[in-house]
């Protein structure tokens, strides 16, 4: 079956670090650019981090650069988001997506994120 | 950081209704911008990219349109199914910023 699925929320304090996991399945997940967006609860979708499909690009929003590290394993079909210094700002439900990154004709590539993971809640309070 | 804002933030209509959402952004992105769908409770799920291509298996009713600063989703003939909040996306530069979304309700 094709599917993301996130695990590693939790409840953690102010200051601490969680890992979020993102298991890839059913299709050639070293193809895809992979990203992650967060939703603060009942607020709108926040873009967060993406990672190129060999991992050499990594990018962020600015309120998690330096403290959010975005990874990924090929031979484990996974994606990582590595959260420190977490803050109470950082509750959310954080869902990985796939980027099918559809070439545009200049030779760039389109975000599209055609394939998203169910979420994993993230609670940052002591 | 480009902001992107939607109007309106939430419209009451009927089944049948022809819908538009509008989102405008702060700098011209080209036609880098998508369109997503969420349910309650529920991920995201993608409509349009490239401002205005329709992904594969979304039904032809949704439609997108627009390059530089406005853009448009227009839902020609609402569908109970189509009741949800639908969010903007640019992908012009990083980092990726997402309208604050329009939430469609029933009239």
């Known amino acids: 079956e094709v599917q993301l699925v996130e695990s590693g929320g939790g409840l953690v304090q102010p200051g601490g670090s969680l890992r979020l996991s993102c298991a890839a399945s059913?299709?050639?997940?070293?193809?895809?650019?992979m990203t992650w967006v967060r939703q603060a609860p009942g607020k709108g979708l926040e873009w967060v981090a993406n990672i190129k499909r060999d991992g050499s690009q990594r990018h962020y929003v600015d309120s998690v650069e330096g403290r959010f590290t975005i990874s990924r394993d090929s031979a484990k079909n996974s994606l990582y988001l590595q959260m420190n210094s977490l803050r109470a700002e950082d509750t959310a439900v954080y869902y990985c997506a796939r980027d099918s990154s559809p070439l545009s004709g200049s030779g760039s590539y389109y975000d599209a994120f055609d394939m998203w993971g169910q979420g994993t809640m993230v609670t940052v309070s002591s | 950081a480009i902001q992107m804002t939607q109007s309106p933030s939430s419209l009451s209509a009927s089944v049948g209704d022809r819908v538009t959402i509008t989102c405008r952004a702060s700098q011209g992105i080209r036609n880098d911008l998508g369109w997503y769908q969420q349910k309650p409770g529920k991920a995201p799920k993608l409509l349009i990219y490239a401002a205005s291509s329709l992904q594969s298996g979304v039904p032809s009713r949704f439609s997108g349109s627009g390059s530089g600063t406005d853009f448009t989703l227009t839902i020609s003939g609402l569908q109970p199914e189509d009741f949800a909040t639908y969010y903007c996306l640019q992908d012009y530069n990083y980092p990726r910023t997402f309208g604050q979304g329009t939430k469609v309700e029933i009239k």
């Open positions: 059913g299709f050639t997940f070293n193809n895809y650019w």
